[in-house]
T-cell receptor, first 114, second 117 residues
């Protein structure tokens, strides 16, 4: 069974500082990997996804993530955080194929201090 | 593109009543939609997978008679919480699968906050 671990429940960074949110997955083959962001009381917005190819994936809002098979990781990064990035971030893994179900991590809450 | 809407965004109802939540894919056809439940400060829990024109597939522990799902068209799925009780209060989120061969992506609706009094 596939699973996702987000080790950090809560992270606080200063505006302008760099950010890295960790995500580790467990899956028997190469999974589909996603990062979503959720603002309070809102649905989820897709930041980026990895299916295959280049292991460094660029997303929206200046985010990127790198797939590292050897470490079973898909960490999310941003070089300079903005106050508006404060939100909950979810990593998810899906199995290749149509109508794949996603398994979500428990989320990391990002707080940005001014 | 790939916009998913949900209606209503918030609903408050009395215990024992039924509540219907709609999920629509606005600019694409979704053969598969998913319904999730999210408790405060927790992750999303998949409740069921809804396929157009067929019965929904429920996850273990989810009562199918309690949470009725209908996927009547390629752009609409509905979740009906029957005989709602306070423990059903939660944030319900749907997603629609924008599949193109094997490169599937789920796009999520804004969620529905259900409060049962």
């Amino acid at each position: 069974a596939q699973s996702v671990t987000q080790p950090d429940i809560h992270i606080t960074v200063s505006e302008g500082a760099s950010l890295e949110l960790r995500c580790n997955y467990s899956y028997g083959a190469t999974p589909y990997l996603f990062w979503y962001v959720q603002s309070p009381g809102q649905g989820l917005q897709l930041l980026l996804k990895y299916f295959s190819g280049d292991t460094l994936v660029q997303g929206i809002k200046g985010f990127e993530a790198e797939f590292k098979r050897s470490q079973s990781s898909f960490n999310l990064r941003k070089p300079s955080v903005h106050w508006s990035d404060a939100a909950e971030y979810f990593c998810a893994v899906g199995s290749p194929g149509t109508a794949s179900k996603l398994t979500f991590g428990t989320g990391t809450r990002l707080q940005v201090t001014l | 593109g790939a916009v998913v809407s949900q209606h209503p965004s918030r609903v408050i109802c009395k215990s024992g009543t039924s509540v219907k939540i709609e999920c629509r894919s606005l600019d694409f056809q979704a053969t598969t939609m998913f319904w999730y439940r999210q408790f405060p400060k927790q992750s999303l829990m998949l409740m069921a997978t809804s396929n157009e024109g067929s019965k929904a597939t429920y996850e273990q522990g989810v009562e199918k008679d309690k949470f009725l799902i209908n996927h009547a068209s390629l752009t609409l799925s509905t979740l009906t919480v029957t005989s709602a009780h306070p423990e059903d209060s939660s944030f319900y989120i749907c997603s629609a699968n924008s599949g193109s061969g094997t490169t599937d992506t789920q796009y999520f609706g804004p969620g529905t906050r259900l409060t049962v009094l």
